[in-house]
């Protein structure tokens, strides 16, 4: 298990709110991008919290259950595909992790955002690289992200079986490109990422 001691420093230092924030799906070819912000207890500590791409998928939905019912407030939330092509990525990105964090019932005092790249919450804010394996709030986002998207995508599978979604969960793997090839873009997927089947239009 991962020494996710950063929350620890943070409630010592007298903050009790602090929020952690993921995304899930920033690489796939297909399907929204999601976030998830997360409050946990400062007094809880979650057995097994670690980065979810670390974990197993029955790992990750286990705790999926947990998170949800220790935190003391957490909001999941997306950005359509639509919204990536119009936006691009990083600002599809962002406006998840705005909508997941205006979701939430309390308000944080401190959001720790996993990467180097500041989303402008208008909360006080800090970035940690590489923070779902630091911080217990921020690797509970991550799960809470992952999972969701998942099941999601699972979904998109029963509406568009052609391309296995529920296999590849939209990234670009060979087979997705070859189901790509065969039956071409649907509208689930993000034309500004697939400009070879566009013919250079996004």
């Known amino acids: 298990m991962a020494e996710l001691t950063l929350d620890r420093e943070y409630h010592a230092k007298g903050i009790q709110l602090l929020c952690g924030v993921d995304e899930a799906g920033r690489g796939p070819l297909a399907g929204p991008v999601f976030a998830a912000a997360v409050i946990l207890p400062a007094d809880k500590e979650i057995p097994g919290l670690n980065d979810s791409k670390k974990l197993s998928e029955k790992k990750r939905e286990a705790l999926y259950d947990v998170i949800r019912q220790e935190a003391l407030a957490y909001c999941v939330a997306s950005a359509s595909e639509a919204e990536i092509d119009e936006l691009n990525i990083l600002g599809a990105t962002f406006l998840a992790m705005h909508r997941a964090v205006e979701g939430l019932s309390q308000v944080p005092e401190l959001v720790l955002v996993d990467g180097n790249q500041d989303p402008r919450l208008g909360l006080p804010t800090e970035t940690v690289i590489k923070g779902d394996g630091q911080s217990q709030a921020i690797a509970a986002a991550s799960i809470l992200a992952k999972v969701s998207r998942d099941r999601y995508m699972l979904e998109l599978d029963q509406q568009y079986p052609e391309y296995d979604f529920k296999k590849h969960k939209g ?27 566009t013919g250079g239009r996004s």
């Open 171 to 197: 990234y670009p793997t060979k087979e997705h490109y070859e189901r790509l090839t065969e039956y071409g873009i649907s509208p689930v997927h993000r034309r500004s990422f697939l400009k070879k089947f």
